[in-house]
C-alpha cells in the first residue's frame, strides 16, 4: 500500500542514518487513534539490541524522522506516534479518487496461478462441506486477478472413484440401461434428482451388502479401463452433474475456467510412474507400491504415499500427483494453490513432497494448500439440517433467503424473493469469510441475515444508499478535502482495507478484508447521520462531501466484486 510504503520508507531512511537495523522497522495502524494515526514499536526491538532504553532510541528516531506529510510524537515507554498531516490526507484521497486499484501494490511481473477449489464429487449433491471451498476458492481467485495475476480456476471434479462405479450399479437397477448395453431402445432419462437418490442409496448398500459393492468396484474397474460401455455411461452421469453443479455454483457466484475432474488426468498416470521409477522412489510394501516422503527434520510423523494400490489401482494422491503434472504440462504455472478442509492436510503434504522429489514440475514451482475450518451449527456441532441430516447446499440457500425475505417484509413492507435471495447469499458469502479461514465458524442464519452490525446485507445496504445518494446528486464538481474528524477516519479505512487486500492475497483469506470494509461502512453511516448531505447549503462543502462518497463507493463496488457479492439497486 502506496501510503504505508512511504512512511516506512522515511522510518528506513531514519535508521540507515541512525546506525540502525533497517529490519527492525516496524509500522502499523495506530492501537489509540484518539493519539495518532499509525504508530511503529521498533524501539522495543531495538531496545534489546542496542542495550538502551526503548524511550531514548524512540526520541533518537523522532528527532531525525522529518516529513512534510505527517507528524511524528514519542509516547512512553517507547512508542512513535505518527499521525498525517491535512494536505497529506487530501492528497491520498486524491489519489484514492484515480486509482483503480485501491492503492494497492500490484504485481508489475504477473504470475501464472492455478486455483483448484470446489472439488464436487460428480453424481452427490453439493452439500454445506462444500461451501467454504467454493467462497474462499471464488474469493481468492478474484484477489489475485485484481493484484494482476494470470489466473485459471478448475473446480476439479471428483470423478473417477468408486462413487462412479456405485452410482451406475444403482442406476442398472433403477432404470432400463439396454440403450448402452444393448445399442437398442432411447436413451433413458435420468435427472440430477434421480442421482441424488441412487447414490447415497447405493453407498449405504454397499456398507452391508460385500457382493453389491464387489459388483461396483468390478464396474469402477473396468470404466477406469474405459470399457466402452460404462464409459458412455460414465459420461453421461458426468454431463448431468455438471450441469447441476455450474447452476448451484452459479447462484454463489461461483465459476470455472476449467470443469476439469480427476478423470482428465489419468492419461499422465503412465507418466508419473516412469518418472517415480526413474528417479527409484517407488518402494514395494504388503503388495502396494508407496513413496517415501518422510523428512529428517519432521517432528511430526509423516506416513509414506501409497501410489498404487495392491489391488493395482491409483489412489487420490496418485490422481494429484498426475493432475500436478498435467497442469505442468499444459499451462506451465508459477503456482498452484488449494483450498480444502483441514483434514486434507496431510494429503496435499504428502503430494507435494512427492513432486518435489520427482521434480515434477521447475523447482521453482511453488504448491500451496490453504486449508479452512467447519462450518458448525449453534450447537456448535457441524451444521445440519434440522433432523441431523446433511445440509445440502440449495435447502441452505433457501433458507438465507427465507431470512432475507422476512428482514425484508420487516423494513420495506414488501416480500421481494429474488431480491432476497441475492441478500441471503451475500450474508453467508460474508458471514463465512469475515473469520480467518482456518477457524471453525459458527452458521448463525438470523445473525449473518441481519441489516445491523458486521453482515453482508449491511455492507450491501450502505452502498446501496450511497449510490442513491450519488444518483440523487447528478453532476457535482469533484474536490477533495480531509478536514474534520469523519472524513479523516473514513481515509484512515480506505487506507486499511487497501492494506487488507494485500493481506488476503497473502494470507489467502477474506477476513481482513471483510473487517475493514465493515469499518468503512460504518464510518460512512456516521457521516450520513452527522452532516446534511443533498440539502447542504455550502456547495464547496457539498462538493467534498460527493467527492468523498464517490470514492467510498467504489471501494465498496471493488470490495463486493472480490468477495462476490451482488449488489442490488435497492434494499
Ligand atoms: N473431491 C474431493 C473431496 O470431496 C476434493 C478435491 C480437492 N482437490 C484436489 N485436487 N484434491 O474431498
Same mark, same amino acid.
Given at each position: 500500500?502506496?501510503?504505508?510504503?512511504?512512511?516506512?520508507?522515511?522510518?528506513?531512511?531514519?535508521?540507515?542514518?541512525?546506525?540502525?537495523?533497517?529490519?527492525?522497522?516496524?509500522?502499523?495502524?495506530?492501537?489509540?487513534?484518539?493519539?495518532?494515526?499509525?504508530?511503529?514499536?521498533?524501539?522495543?526491538?531495538?531496545?534489546?539490541?542496542?542495550?538502551?532504553?526503548?524511550?531514548?532510541?524512540?526520541?533518537?528516531?523522532?528527532?531525525?524522522?522529518?516529513?512534510?506529510?505527517?507528524?511524528?510524537?514519542?509516547?512512553?515507554?517507547?512508542?512513535?506516534?505518527?499521525?498525517?498531516?491535512?494536505?497529506?490526507?487530501?492528497?491520498?484521497?486524491?489519489?484514492?479518487?484515480?486509482?483503480?486499484?485501491?492503492?494497492? !501494490?500490484?504485481?508489475?511481473?504477473?504470475?501464472?496461478?492455478?486455483?483448484?477449489?470446489?472439488?464436487?464429487?460428480?453424481?452427490?449433491?453439493?452439500?454445506?462441506?462444500?461451501?467454504?471451498?467454493?467462497?474462499?476458492? %471464488?474469493?481468492? +481467485?478474484?484477489?489475485?486477478?485484481?493484484?494482476?495475476?494470470?489466473?485459471?480456476?478448475? @473446480?476439479? /471434479?471428483?470423478?473417477?472413484?468408486?462413487?462412479? *462405479?456405485?452410482?451406475?450399479?444403482?442406476?442398472? &437397477? $433403477?432404470?432400463?440401461?439396454?440403450?448402452?448395453?444393448?445399442?437398442?431402445? !432411447?436413451?433413458?432419462?435420468?435427472?440430477?434428482?434421480?442421482?441424488?437418490?441412487?447414490?447415497?442409496?447405493?453407498?449405504?448398500?454397499?456398507?452391508?451388502?460385500?457382493?453389491?459393492?464387489?459388483?461396483?468396484?468390478?464396474?469402477?474397474?473396468?470404466?477406469?479401463?474405459?470399457?466402452?460401455?460404462?464409459?458412455?455411461?460414465?459420461?453421461?452421469?458426468?454431463?448431468?452433474?455438471?450441469?447441476?453443479?455450474?447452476?448451484?455454483?452459479?447462484?454463489?457466484?461461483?465459476?470455472?475456467?476449467?470443469?476439469?475432474?480427476?478423470?482428465?488426468?489419468?492419461?499422465?498416470?503412465?507418466?508419473?510412474?516412469?518418472?517415480?521409477?526413474?528417479?527409484?522412489?517407488?518402494?514395494?510394501?504388503?503388495?502396494?507400491?508407496?513413496?517415501?516422503?518422510?523428512? %529428517?527434520?519432521?517432528?511430526?510423523?509423516?506416513?509414506? @504415499?501409497? @501410489?498404487?494400490?495392491?489391488?493395482?489401482?491409483?489412489?487420490?494422491?496418485?490422481?494429484?500427483?498426475?493432475?500436478?503434472?498435467?497442469?505442468?504440462? $499444459?499451462?506451465?504455472?508459477?503456482?498452484?494453490?488449494?483450498?480444502?478442509?483441514?483434514?486434507?492436510?496431510?494429503?496435499?503434504?504428502?503430494?507435494?513432497?512427492?513432486?518435489?522429489?520427482?521434480?515434477?514440475?521447475?523447482?521453482?514451482?511453488?504448491?500451496?494448500?490453504?486449508?479452512?475450518?467447519?462450518?458448525?451449527?449453534?450447537?456448535?456441532?457441524?451444521?445440519?439440517?434440522?433432523?441431523?441430516?446433511?445440509?445440502?447446499?440449495?435447502?441452505?440457500?433457501?433458507?438465507?433467503? &427465507?431470512?432475507?425475505?422476512?428482514?425484508?417484509?420487516?423494513?420495506?413492507? +414488501?416480500?421481494?424473493?429474488?431480491?432476497?435471495?441475492?441478500? *441471503?447469499?451475500?450474508?453467508?458469502?460474508? *458471514?463465512?469469510?469475515?473469520?480467518?479461514?482456518? $477457524?471453525?465458524?459458527?452458521?448463525?442464519?438470523?445473525?449473518?441475515?441481519?441489516?445491523?452490525?458486521?453482515?453482508?446485507?449491511?455492507? /450491501?445496504?450502505?452502498?446501496?444508499?450511497?449510490?442513491?445518494?450519488?444518483?440523487?446528486?447528478?453532476?457535482? %464538481?469533484?474536490?477533495?478535502?480531509?478536514?474534520? %474528524?469523519?472524513?479523516?477516519?473514513?481515509?484512515?479505512?480506505?487506507?486499511?482495507?487497501?492494506?487488507?487486500?494485500?493481506?488476503?492475497?497473502?494470507?489467502?483469506?477474506?477476513?481482513?478484508?471483510?473487517?475493514?470494509?465493515?469499518?468503512?461502512?460504518?464510518?460512512?453511516?456516521?457521516?450520513?447521520?452527522?452532516?446534511?448531505?443533498?440539502?447542504?447549503?455550502?456547495?464547496?462543502?457539498?462538493?467534498?462531501? /460527493?467527492?468523498?462518497?464517490?470514492? @467510498?463507493?467504489?471501494?465498496?463496488?471493488?470490495?463486493?466484486?472480490?468477495?462476490?457479492?451482488?449488489?442490488?439497486? !435497492?434494499?
Amino acid at each position: 500500500m502506496q501510503v504505508i510504503e512511504e512512511i516506512k520508507q522515511k522510518l528506513q531512511e531514519t535508521f540507515e542514518k541512525l546506525g540502525y537495523p533497517t529490519e527492525l522497522v516496524s509500522l502499523s495502524f495506530s492501537d489509540r487513534p484518539e493519539l495518532c494515526d499509525f504508530q511503529s514499536n521498533s524501539a522495543f526491538a531495538l531496545a534489546k539490541v542496542l542495550k538502551n532504553a526503548p524511550i531514548k532510541i524512540a526520541e533518537n528516531i523522532a528527532q531525525e524522522l522529518k516529513s512534510d506529510n505527517f507528524k511524528v510524537e514519542v509516547c512512553a515507554p517507547g512508542f512513535i506516534n505518527i499521525s498525517l498531516n491535512e494536505g497529506y490526507l487530501t492528497k491520498i484521497l486524491n489519489d484514492f479518487a484515480t486509482s483503480e486499484k485501491l492503492l494497492t !501494490k500490484t504485481h508489475k511481473q504477473p504470475k501464472t496461478i492455478i486455483i483448484d477449489y470446489g472439488g464436487p464429487n460428480v453424481a452427490k449433491p453439493l452439500h454445506v462441506g462444500h461451501l467454504r471451498s467454493a467462497i474462499l476458492g %471464488e474469493t481468492v +481467485k478474484r484477489i489475485a486477478k485484481f493484484m494482476g495475476d494470470n489466473v485459471i480456476s478448475d @473446480v476439479h /471434479l471428483g470423478d473417477w472413484g468408486l462413487q462412479m *462405479g456405485l452410482t451406475i450399479a444403482g442406476l442398472e &437397477e $433403477k432404470f432400463d440401461l439396454s440403450y448402452y448395453f444393448k445399442n437398442e431402445g !432411447k436413451k433413458p432419462d435420468i435427472t440430477m434428482e434421480d442421482l441424488n437418490r441412487i447414490y447415497p442409496a447405493a453407498s449405504a448398500r454397499s456398507k452391508t451388502d460385500e457382493e453389491f459393492k464387489k459388483y461396483a468396484q468390478n464396474i469402477t474397474t473396468k470404466l477406469q479401463n474405459k470399457d466402452k460401455i460404462y464409459y458412455s455411461i460414465w459420461q453421461d452421469i458426468r454431463k448431468i452433474s455438471v450441469e447441476a453443479i455450474k447452476s448451484e455454483y452459479s447462484k454463489l457466484n461461483v465459476s470455472f475456467d476449467l470443469f476439469n475432474g480427476e478423470s482428465d488426468s489419468q492419461d499422465y498416470v503412465p507418466k508419473v510412474f516412469e518418472i517415480l521409477n526413474k528417479q527409484n522412489l517407488i518402494e514395494k510394501s504388503e503388495g502396494a507400491e508407496i513413496v517415501n516422503v518422510a523428512r %529428517e527434520d519432521d517432528n511430526a510423523p509423516m506416513p509414506p @504415499v501409497i @501410489v498404487r494400490s495392491s489391488a493395482g489401482a491409483g489412489l487420490y494422491a496418485t490422481t494429484d500427483i498426475a493432475t500436478i503434472l498435467e497442469r505442468v504440462e $499444459k499451462y506451465n504455472p508459477d503456482e498452484i494453490w488449494y483450498t480444502t478442509d483441514n483434514r486434507q492436510c496431510m494429503h496435499f503434504n504428502q503430494v507435494f513432497r512427492v513432486c518435489k522429489l520427482a521434480h515434477i514440475g521447475n523447482d521453482n514451482l511453488k504448491l500451496v494448500h490453504f486449508p479452512f475450518g467447519t462450518v458448525n451449527g449453534i450447537d456448535g456441532k457441524p451444521f445440519k439440517t434440522r433432523d441431523g441430516g446433511t445440509m445440502h447446499l440449495c435447502q441452505l440457500i433457501e433458507l438465507v433467503t &427465507e431470512a432475507s425475505d422476512k428482514k425484508l417484509v420487516e423494513n420495506t413492507g +414488501k416480500s421481494d424473493r429474488q431480491l432476497a435471495q441475492m441478500i *441471503g447469499v451475500s450474508a453467508l458469502k460474508f *458471514g463465512d469469510m469475515i473469520n480467518f479461514r482456518t $477457524k471453525d465458524y459458527v452458521l448463525d442464519i438470523e445473525k449473518f441475515c441481519s441489516f445491523d452490525g458486521k453482515t453482508g446485507p449491511y455492507i /450491501l445496504y450502505s452502498l446501496v444508499r450511497i449510490n442513491s445518494i450519488l444518483q440523487k446528486a447528478g453532476e457535482f %464538481e469533484r474536490k477533495y478535502a480531509v478536514k474534520d %474528524e469523519i472524513s479523516k477516519n473514513i481515509l484512515l479505512s480506505l487506507i486499511k482495507l487497501s492494506v487488507e487486500i494485500e493481506n488476503g492475497y497473502e494470507d489467502k483469506s477474506a477476513s481482513g478484508i471483510c473487517q475493514s470494509a465493515y469499518n468503512l461502512a460504518s464510518n460512512f453511516s456516521t457521516l450520513y447521520s452527522n452532516e446534511k448531505i443533498l440539502s447542504q447549503k455550502d456547495i464547496d462543502r457539498k462538493n467534498e462531501l /460527493l467527492s468523498l462518497l464517490e470514492v @467510498v463507493q467504489k471501494a465498496l463496488t471493488i470490495i463486493c466484486n472480490l468477495l462476490a457479492l451482488d449488489i442490488p439497486e !435497492k434494499m
